[in-house]
Nanobody, 121 residues
């Protein structure tokens, strides 16, 4: 059974920073894709940042240059999202996503529980 555990959300003033973390646990063979999504009230969930197995990254235009996705290179089972220069429009619930291969269930998508990020003065 694979689980994703997120941490790091909270309340921050505009211009501030937060770092989100997401740890995968379970009988993992490999992780093909790691990413962060967000969902603001009344809006659809959107992709914020993504990292492929070979380390390639991509960002939604609205966070380019302000957010950085990274992972721990030792085990490659943790993904981070460093968020700088935060704006009120970044307020949302942030979800960690991974596409993971296990021997028992094959390749499937997993989601974290979500963590609230609120940017307000």
């Amino acid at each position: 059974q694979v689980q994703l555990m997120e941490s790091g959300g909270g309340l921050v003033q505009p211009g501030g920073s937060l770092r989100l973390s997401c740890a995968a646990s379970g009988n993992i063979v490999s992780i093909n894709l790691m990413g962060w999504y967000r969902q603001a009230p009344g809006k659809q969930r959107e992709l914020v940042a993504i990292m492929t197995r070979d380390g390639s990254v991509n960002y939604v235009d609205s966070v380019e240059g302000r957010f950085t996705i990274s992972r721990n290179n030792a085990t490659k089972t943790m993904v981070y999202l460093q968020m700088n220069s935060l704006k009120p429009e970044d307020t949302a619930v942030y979800y960690c996503h991974m596409n993971i291969h296990t021997w028992s269930t094959g390749v499937r998508d997993y989601w974290g529980q979500g963590t609230q990020v609120t940017v307000s003065s």
